[in-house]
């Protein structure tokens, strides 16, 4: 898994997130409203935008699906591939509950489980998980607002990939 989930607002244009998945090689991303998950936007979403008449004027609430699919933190990586499977979807998340918000903290994907798959020894995955090497939140919050000050944003939140 990775532990940091893409986001962006319910406001984002659709043509800077497909610029942003384009760049970061995104699975699925997040939409937020007032800290709340309220849905997920995959290339599914875009591709379904890029055939519409006024595709490029959509935002990100207009093209996400309004269901966040998550799985238990605790879950064994088959049984979480298998509800995948069930569920129809590349990604799940795995959410944190605080101050009475309920957010996706972490990342599930195919690739993610491919890797897995694909591993000879653990020392394989090192890079995946809670005990991934990751910048300091301070750091990459410096990261980001550096970014945004010489116009570089995407309009997403900006969280640490680990696969």
Excluded: W
Excluded at 82 to 90: I, R
Excluded at 141 to 161: I, P, Q
């Amino acid at each position: 898994m990775t532990v940091g989930v893409q986001t962006c607002s319910p406001s984002t244009p659709v043509l800077e997130l497909v610029r942003y998945f384009l760049e970061a090689a995104a699975d699925d991303i997040v939409v937020l409203d007032e800290g709340n998950a309220i849905g997920v936007i995959g290339t599914e979403e875009l591709i379904r935008a890029y055939t519409m008449h006024n595709g490029t004027e959509l935002t990100a609430a207009d093209v996400m699906r309004e269901d966040v699919p998550t799985v238990p933190a605790d879950i064994p990586v088959t049984a979480a591939a298998q509800l995948m499977l069930d569920m129809g979807v590349k990604t799940v998340f795995l959410t944190h509950h605080a101050a009475g918000i309920e957010y996706p903290a972490a990342m599930l994907s195919f690739r993610h489980i491919l890797r897995h798959f694909a591993a000879d020894e653990d020392d394989d995955l090192r890079d995946l998980g809670i005990y991934a090497e990751r910048k300091a939140p301070l750091q990459s919050f410096f990261e980001r607002r550096d970014a945004a000050r010489l116009g570089k944003t995407t309009g997403t939140n900006s969280s640490e990939e680990a696969a």
